[in-house]
């Protein structure tokens, strides 16, 4: 058919992988200096009122994006032959949610400013709403783009939409903008997605939508979004609950503690989850099994996550002092708790890929709807407690999450518990090793105003190398990785010096 990539053997797909993955980590660490510098300068431009008004706002926005996407791109990522009438139909889906949910955003925009009694929220939900008008014209291409393992256009789309977005952020903060500045960002950004992936799209792609293929679409869509929707609801359950039981400050401090965690997501799960989803349909379309590619993934993801996680919660003060200014230093007992979420997720993160990859829709759907709910329960009966209440209550729901999740994959896939403490094993060492120096330095000489520099640069010299030290003594598979990646960077910079 069309478009469709002709069987690979084991070598070549890993390959393909392999270059994927440098694209997409290319795209988060090269995006990654202008976000934390966008964020240091905003933190210190606006205060915890105006930017609790935009994370607010911003979660309905991501919570209808979840509806938009109606699992369209995860529909052409694992569709077994793909072809013209394939990409009109979902075209003509994602065009038709993505408008409608344009305009419930729109027309529930009063709605939502005088439940959270702040007319701030409306504005920026009001922008937010052209968002989805645009979306779908680079949506489906970007999809495309993901099922080839292309991640060339995504790359540079993500590049320049981040020297966009920070752009328009920090020259309306400066200029008065406030949380608008945001608001206006996030379309300017839309707008230059949109227009890369116009540009790169190949030579007789379809441009127009088609309703040949519709109901397919939405067959699937109707249970993959499920699974996306129920997980941006667990997401932005926080602040939403935060927002109305206390105040647009406290949801801003909880905003900051999970931006931490955040850059976990960042650098590291942003480039990795992108590629996990079609290698693992790739994977178990050509080898029947996806097992054995999804303990590898655990295994990485837990070796870097849990040495990072770590890191951030040990210098959670001197990450939130430098990153956000002394008027947010009250998130960092909330950081620190959150990393310890974070640690607990990370084992499952990409259970929910696992399962679209294998076609266990309705499976990974209901183990969403387990999962946030637990998370949304845990967060409604300690948020009286406070803000560090809430956290705890994110950790217990974190924990049931972890044994929902082996136990949905445990029966779609045939995935035992003990291969998964297998492969977390070496990494809880790893992680061990490289940070109980920083937690002794830390009980000993609390961090301070006055030591809070020192402990971060130094900190962050010691525990990379530590790190690399564990991988090699622990025998981590993710050591073979370094060494070839570090063997063909070599390479090239000897081939061009010669």
């Known amino acids: 058919m069309l478009w469709e990539c002709p069987q690979t053997t084991g070598d070549i797909l890993l390959t393909t992988v392999r270059r994927s993955l440098a694209y997409s980590i290319a795209d988060s660490y090269v995006a990654l200096p202008l976000q934390l510098i966008g964020t240091m300068i905003i933190s210190r431009l606006l205060t915890p009122q105006e930017a609790g008004v935009f994370a607010v706002a911003a979660v309905f926005a991501a919570f209808a994006s979840t509806f938009r996407d109606f699992g369209v791109a995860e529909y052409l990522i694992q569709e077994t032959e793909l072809g013209p009438e394939h990409i009109r139909a979902a075209f003509t889906v994602n065009i038709a949610v993505s408008w409608v949910m344009g305009l419930l955003l729109f027309v529930g925009s009063p709605f939502a400013a005088e439940f959270y009694r702040d007319p701030g929220v409306g504005e920026v939900m009001r922008v937010q709403a052209v968002n989805f008008l645009l979306i779908p014209f680079g949506a489906v291409t970007m999809a495309y783009f993901r099922r080839q393992l292309d991640f060339r256009p995504i790359f540079l789309a993500g590049l320049l939409t981040n020297l966009t977005t920070f752009t328009v952020s920090t020259l309306g903060a400066l200029n008065g903008l406030s949380y608008m500045s945001l608001a206006w960002s996030s379309l300017a950004g839309v707008v230059v997605t949109v227009a890369t992936s116009l540009w790169f799209r190949p030579p007789g792609f379809p441009r127009w939508p088609g309703l040949r293929g519709v109901g397919r679409v939405v067959q699937f869509g109707k ?78 993801l837990t070796a870097i996550g849990w040495t990072f ?187 061009r010096g010669n």
């Not at 090793?433 to 330095?441: E, G, I, K, R």
């Open 223 to 300: 249970f993959a979004s499920g699974i996306y929707v129920f997980g941006q609801l667990g997401k932005g359950a926080p602040e939403m609950i935060i927002g109305r039981a206390e105040d647009m400050a406290a949801v801003a401090m909880f905003s900051r503690a999970s931006g931490l965690v955040e850059l976990f997501n960042r650098t590291v799960l942003r480039a990795v989850t992108p590629v996990c989803l079609p290698y693992f349909a790739k994977s178990n379309r050509e080898t029947g099994s996806l097992i054995s590619g999804y303990l590898t993934s655990v295994s990485y």
């Open 309 to 495: 996680l770590g890191f951030v919660g040990i210098a959670a003060y001197s990450a939130v002092r430098i990153f956000y200014g002394p008027q947010w230093t009250e998130s960092a007992p909330l950081a620190q708790v959150l990393c310890v979420v974070g640690a607990v997720e990370l084992v499952h993160y990409l259970a929910k890929e696992a399962l679209v990859a294998v076609g266990e829709i309705k499976r990974s759907n209901l183990l969403q709807i387990g999962i946030q709910t637990s998370r949304i329960a845990g967060l409604l009966a300690v948020v009286p407690f406070g803000l560090v209440g809430a956290c705890w209550g994110l950790l217990g729901a974190s924990v049931f999450g972890l044994f929902l999740s082996q136990s949905f994959l445990s029966r779609a896939l045939g995935l035992h518990a003990r291969d998964v403490l297998r492969s977390c094993l070496p990494s809880l060492c790893v992680a061990l090793f490289s940070t109980a120096p920083l937690a002794c330095w830390a009980v000993v000489e609390r961090i301070a105003e006055d030591n809070f520099v020192r402990f971060a640069v130094v900190g962050g010299g010691i525990v990379p190398v530590l790190w690399l030290l564990a991988l090699r003594a622990a025998r981590h598979p993710l050591w073979s990785e370094i060494l070839e990646l570090s063997g063909k960077v070599a390479g090239v910079l000897r081939s």
